[in-house]
């Protein structure tokens, strides 16, 4: 049976950016290093730019896990930041689910690390009391392919939408009339071929 379509809607979504933290950054290995930290930072630059409301949480990160990663500190310095003491499951933690519902938002747009614990178990949680919830799975890392791939097959099957940051932001924004500078410039900053796309377009528009 097919699933309607529900599109992001930048005014009823929010960002959760569930324990991007240094040490479990060490165990990606589904994807390059740096091409998922820039993922990362994309999403991140987009939920500022959309003006989304976003969380931080990290998981006992006196530990193994590691803090935070410090550009998401800079990048939100007035976001809710929650350090869970233990909890494996983010949706576990009273403070983290209070953040999620004082955002009065409806969709829930999650990322983290790793992709079949931090941002699966919270995403069934969430589907479980209806939020919609969407998944940046570029912005998400894990051991390697086939623990990706499970984890993705099992959200998926639940009722989560699976997207890359780029799509996120496509479908958030819209139209290319409402700030073609802005959004271009975004996508220059992470995606180098896109760069050069926008200074031949900045050429074409200087061009007497």
């Not at 990160?61 to 410090?70: D, F, I, K, V, Y």
């Not at 500190?73 to 009273?94: C, H, L, S």
């Not at 919609?132 to 099957?157: C, H, I, K, Q, Y």
């Not at 009339?177 to 528009?205: C, S, W």
């Amino acid at each position: 049976m097919s699933t309607p379509y529900i599109r992001l809607d930048k005014d009823d979504a929010a960002v959760l950016l569930v324990d991007h933290q240094t040490g479990l950054a060490s165990l990606v290995r589904d994807i390059e290093p740096d091409q998922f930290k820039n993922n990362v930072l994309a999403l991140a630059d987009l939920a500022r730019y959309f003006e989304l409301p976003t969380i931080l949480t990290t998981s006992f990160e006196t530990g193994p896990n590691g803090p935070l990663m410090a550009e998401l500190k800079e990048t939100f310095p007035e976001a809710p930041y929650i350090a869970r003491p233990g909890q494996i499951n983010a949706w576990d933690n009273d403070d983290f689910v209070a953040a999620v519902r004082a955002t009065g938002k409806k969709q829930l747009i999650i990322a983290g690390i790793v992709t079949e614990v931090c941002v699966a178990f919270p995403t069934l949680s969430a589907l479980a009391e209806d939020f919609e919830v969407f998944v940046v799975t570029d912005a998400s890392g894990t051991f390697n392919a086939l623990t990706r791939d499970a984890a993705l097959d099992r959200m998926s099957a639940a009722g989560a939408q699976l997207m890359t940051w780029f799509g996120v932001a496509c479908e958030l924004h819209r139209d290319w009339r409402n700030d073609v500078e802005g959004l271009g410039t975004l996508f220059a900053n992470h995606i180098p071929d896109y760069k050069h796309l926008m200074e031949g377009h900045n050429a074409r528009q200087s061009a007497p």
